[in-house]
């Protein structure tokens, strides 16, 4: 049986597939933490996550559950993270949405086809040039989707290394009284406000252009949440899409079979992603879900206020929903897997996501088919941060 320890140990993400194994079996709704009023949940059988992110029960706006969070007095406070669309419930979930909904359609995006193929090219070609010690996070799969978000954005992609910094302190931190944290954001927020001006005096055709309009125009979207919106993509540009490509070629390396039959047909790139998605789950949880009342959940009473939080990674080695769910298998049918989340908070960049996760190999492959884990180094470890499944580094050989 899994216990709370677990989930504290830094390589917590080493063992944590049996963990969930264990809790799917013995404690579905497992219990994570307890002040003596309310309840932490971590929630792991595929059916129960899917139920969870649906149920209109679960809401994201604690403010709504506690009289003393006032949530007029909060919204007087300027906060980069106040009112982000992942944070909040309808109708302003539902307008924020809106907004930046036709920039990430499916047909928008493939429009960006041929400009994220020159960017693989570009960043393939320097890697040509150095041969030895290519680190295939570094060198290719960070860059990649970065470059993209701050175009979409209009954001300088030079300034890529400030928001990785910025991005990681911010996923990574456990407490927003920590003085890095506190830091970090400062910078994130004076860094915007002054691409603001920049953007309101001379406009262009990117996304901030336009979310500085439609703040302007003074109905659709306030100026706390066009700070939100931007900071929530460009968070979430850094932090997901690099550990799809990551690990869904960390896992290609470790299942040759599965690495030979992609090689010899790039039609399996798309299938390969999708199992990549399954298997090393770039986002390990959901974002906090609050009670709206009491509820018995599959026979567990959640209280009104408790904090449930959804093991996607265990989600998606459900047993019950997936056949033969511990093997990586690229040619799986019917995968309905949950890599990017259900119900209304379904991720916004998954069209993107996968554009640019089937480029990225189908360029790498056709570019480098020798390429292999580079084993005269130490094997690459996954980064201790609890939300999400995504390497440090991954050296390789080309
Ligand atoms: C929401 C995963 C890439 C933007 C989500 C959620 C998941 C997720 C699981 C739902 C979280 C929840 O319900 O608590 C992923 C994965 C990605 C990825 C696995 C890459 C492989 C991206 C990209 C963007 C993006 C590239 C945009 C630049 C968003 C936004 C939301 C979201 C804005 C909030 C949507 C809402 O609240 O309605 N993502 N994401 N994601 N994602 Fe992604």
């Known amino acids: 049986m899994g ?7 830094s390589n917590f993400k080493i063992g944590a597939y049996s963990f969930y194994e264990d809790l799917r079996e013995g404690q579905p709704i497992f219990p994570m933490n307890s002040d003596g009023t309310n309840h932490s949940w971590m929630i792991t059988k595929y059916d129960h996550v899917k139920e969870l992110l ?3 029960s679960f809401i994201k706006d604690q403010s709504k559950l506690f009289s003393s969070a006032s949530k007029d007095t909060e919204k007087d406070d300027f906060n980069i993270f106040q009112n982000m669309m992942l944070d909040v419930d309808p109708p302003d979930h539902t307008r924020l949405r809106k907004l930046v909904q036709p920039y990430f359609n499916p047909k928008t995006i493939k429009q960006l086809e041929p400009r994220i193929c020159e960017i693989a090219d570009d960043l393939l070609n320097q890697m040509k040039q150095k041969e030895t010690k290519v680190d295939l996070i570094d060198d290719y799969a960070f860059p990649l989707p ?9 954001v300088p992609a030079e300034d890529r ?5 910025w991005s990681n302190t911010i996923v990574s931190a456990s407490n927003e009284m920590d003085p890095d944290f506190m830091v970090d954001v400062e910078a994130f927020t004076t860094y915007l406000t002054e691409l603001f001006e ?4 001379e406009p262009q055709d990117d996304l901030v252009s336009h979310l500085i309009q439609t703040e302007e125009d003074g109905e659709q979207l306030t100026r706390n949440e066009l700070y939100s919106m931007i900071v929530l993509l460009i968070i979430a540009g850094h932090e997901t899409t690099v550990n799809l490509i990551g690990n869904t070629m960390f896992a290609l390396f470790k299942h040759p079979d599965q690495f030979e039959k992609v090689k010899d047909d790039c039609t399996l790139i798309p299938g390969a992603i999708e199992e990549g998605l399954r298997y090393y789950s770039p986002v390990d949880f959901s974002t906090a879900r609050w009670a709206d009342e009491d509820i018995d959940f599959h026979g567990q009473l959640i209280r009104r206020g408790d904090f449930i939080v959804a093991s996607i990674s265990s989600a998606n080695r459900d047993e019950e929903k997936f056949e033969r769910a511990s093997q990586f298998d690229i040619t799986r049918e019917r995968n309905a897997h949950v890599a990017f989340g259900f119900g209304i908070h379904f991720c916004l960049g998954a069209p993107l996501a996968r554009l640019e996760g089937k480029i990225a190999l189908e360029k790498l492959l056709t570019t480098f088919p020798d390429i292999d884990l580079n084993l005269d180094v130490n094997p690459p470890e996954w980064r201790s941060v609890f939300l999400l499944r995504g390497l440090d580094s991954l050296p390789v050989s080309l």
Not at 146 to 154: A, D, H, K, P
Not at 198 to 201: D, L, N, T, V, Y
């Open 3 to 9: 216990n709370l320890e677990t989930l504290h140990q």
């Open 54 to 56: 649906k149920s209109p």
């Open 146 to 154: 970065i470059i993209v978000i701050s175009e979409m954005l209009g």
């Open 161 to 165: 290394d400030k928001f990785r910094q």
């Open 198 to 201: 920049q953007r309101k005096a």
